[in-house]
């Protein structure tokens, strides 16, 4: 069963911020939250993760919440190529630390 | 460059066939995983490896097999007791600790026709 719950869809203007919340009230205190996106019959790609802190790198920002149940992926400069399904994960502990997904949001960025 | 690879990229496959999947990773990860994906819907765990030698049932391992003589190479078998093998196959691999992510490979599209 999936840890996260996201919108299923979301539209965004080129050259605007993209904000995609995601809800992961049961997760444990040692379980990561990472963010993936994939386009169309490709892998996933990884964008990036965080435990506690809110993090940041060349691709987006993470902010989570003090109690962790949620969290907000950011795409400072969204371009058409953005376009694409965006995962929220937990990964757990057991299994190998497997990830859990869920349906993850359709993000539209229009021109 | 250090990656993942996948192949093929597409299969088809004739009823109460079984096929291999390869997957080949040069990143020295540990750990090594195989996905299943349907339409609309995310990854879901088919069988995962920690360690060479060594490997794990995920939660839909039914109709599949797999084996890990090296640490390079995951490949995953869909036997004919897979009752619906038709999906998007994806191979993965990660270290082990910590908060590190997975790096997927590209793909194989397997279709029963």
């Known amino acids: 069963d999936a840890k996260t719950t996201q919108p299923t869809s979301m539209d965004c203007a080129e050259g605007r911020a993209a904000n995609l919340p995601c809800n992961h009230s049961t997760i444990s205190g040692n379980e990561y939250v990472y963010w993936y996106r994939q386009i169309h019959s490709q892998g996933p790609q990884y964008i990036i993760h965080?435990?506690?802190n809110n993090e940041t790198n060349e691709m987006a920002s993470l902010i989570i919440t003090e109690d962790r149940k949620s969290s907000t992926l950011i795409l400072p400069h969204a371009t058409l190529r953005d376009t694409a399904v965006y995962y929220c994960i937990v990964r757990v502990a057991t299994q190998g630390g497997k990830l859990i997904f869920g349906q993850g949001t359709e993000l539209s960025v229009k021109p | 460059d250090g990656g993942i690879t996948q192949s093929p990229k597409y299969l088809f496959r004739k009823e109460g066939q079984n096929v291999t999947l390869s997957c080949e990773q040069n990143l020295n990860h540990d750990a090594m995983y195989w996905y299943r994906q349907d339409p609309g819907q995310g990854l879901r765990l088919i069988y995962y490896?920690?360690?060479?030698?060594?490997?794990q049932k995920g939660d839909i391992a039914e109709g599949y097999s797999v084996s890990r003589e090296k640490k390079e190479s995951f490949p995953l078998t869909v036997t004919s007791a897979q009752k619906n093998p038709t999906a998007f196959y994806l191979c993965a691999s990660s270290i082990l600790s910590g908060g590190y992510g997975y790096t997927f490979g590209s793909g194989t599209r397997l279709t029963v026709v």
């Open positions: 490896s920690q360690i060479v030698n060594d490997f």
């Open positions: 965080g435990l506690k």
